[in-house]
């Protein structure tokens, strides 16, 4: 996380925000084995949480693939 934000500053892109993308956690998901690993999730994402000191978006994992009319809709 932090090698990545080094990165992004040497090539001049310069964040406010992170975007957790195809989150388990977020998917809020029944199968057991997809919720072990969603509780996986957490301490990453409360470490973003921290580090981008609360400017955080949470993108859930989506069993189809989104585009078009379904990505507009997400992104509004």
Known sequence: ?????EELNRAGNYSK????NS????????NKLLKAK????????????????????????IAEEIKGEKLNQLLL
């Open 1 to 5: 996380m932090y090698q990545l934000k």
């Open 17 to 20: 925000a992170w975007v957790i």
């Open 23 to 30: 989150s388990l956690y977020q998917a809020k998901t029944t």
């Open 38 to 61: 969603a509780s996986n999730e957490i301490e990453w994402i409360n470490k973003i949480y921290s580090h981008a000191n609360g400017n955080i978006a949470i993108i859930p994992w």
